[in-house]
T-cell receptor
C-alpha cells in the first residue's frame, strides 16, 4: 500500500516562509506531487518532482530526495490567499495516492 | 468553462436510497478517476478508467458502489443502499494518458449527506 505522512497544521504570518514536509512509503514510486485545496474547492496541482532536487515555480518550490523517501513544499512570501490545505501525493504508474493534508493558516 | 464538471454538487438522501453522480471530464482527457474525501483527510482513490475501460477498483469499495464510463466520455458513480458512512465529498478527476507529471484536473465534487 501507499503511506504518506505530513504535518496536520501550520500557522504563519504574512510574508513568512513555510515548509511542509512529506515522508512516504510506497511501491512503484514515480514521483511526488503537491496539490492545494481551498475550503469548498477542488484540489489544484502545484508541482511535481520525479528526480531529486528542487523545482521552483514562482513563490512555491518543491524538493524531493528519493533515497530518503522525503519531500517538502516551500511557500515563500506568504499571502492571505495561501491559507488552504496542501497535500503531497505519490504517483505510482497512473494513480495518485494522497496524504492527509496540511492546513496552512496565514495571519496578518 | 472547459474544466471537469460534476453533478449534482450536493445530495442529501435517506439511508437505504440509491444515488448517482455524474462527471464530465475535460474533453480530450482519456483517464478518469473517482476519489472520495472526508473532512480533514486527503482524497482517497476509488476507481480509474482509461477511455471506457475500468482498469482498477479500490479494495475499499464495496459492491454497493459501481462506476461506468460507457463511451469513454462522461462517467457515473452509483451508490446503492446508501449508509451513513458513505457521507463524503465524491471527487472526479481527469488527465491525459501521456502526462509526464500525472497532473489530475479535479472537479469541485459532489457532496453526499446520508441521513
Amino acid at each position: 500500500g501507499q503511506s504518506l505522512e505530513q504535518p496536520s497544521e501550520v500557522t504563519a504570518v504574512e510574508g513568512a516562509i513555510v515548509q511542509i514536509n512529506c515522508t512516504y512509503q510506497t511501491s512503484g514510486f514515480y514521483g511526488l506531487s503537491w496539490y492545494q485545496q481551498h475550503d469548498g474547492g477542488a484540489p489544484t496541482f502545484l508541482s511535481y518532482n520525479a528526480l531529486d532536487g528542487l523545482e521552483e515555480t514562482g513563490r512555491f518550490s518543491s524538493f524531493l530526495s528519493r533515497s530518503d523517501s522525503y519531500g517538502y513544499l516551500l511557500l515563500q512570501e506568504l499571502q492571505m490567499k495561501d491559507s488552504a490545505s496542501y497535500f503531497c501525493a505519490s504517483l505510482n504508474d497512473y494513480k495518485l495516492s494522497f496524504g492527509a493534508g496540511t492546513t496552512v493558516t496565514v495571519r496578518a | 468553462d472547459t474544466g471537469v464538471s460534476q453533478d449534482p454538487r450536493h445530495k442529501i438522501t435517506k439511508r437505504g436510497q440509491n444515488v448517482t453522480f455524474r462527471c464530465d471530464p475535460i474533453s480530450e482527457h482519456n483517464r478518469l478517476y473517482w476519489y472520495r474525501q472526508t473532512l480533514g483527510q486527503g482524497p482517497e482513490f476509488l476507481t480509474y478508467f482509461q477511455n471506457e475501460a475500468q482498469l482498477e477498483k479500490s479494495r475499499l469499495l464495496s459492491d454497493r458502489f459501481s462506476a461506468e464510463r460507457p463511451k469513454g466520455s462522461f462517467s457515473t458513480l452509483e451508490i446503492q443502499r446508501t449508509e451513513q458512512g458513505d457521507s463524503a465529498m465524491y471527487l472526479c478527476a481527469s488527465s491525459l494518458l501521456d502526462s509526464v507529471t500525472g497532473e489530475l484536473f479535479f472537479g469541485e465534487g459532489s457532496r453526499l449527506t446520508v441521513l
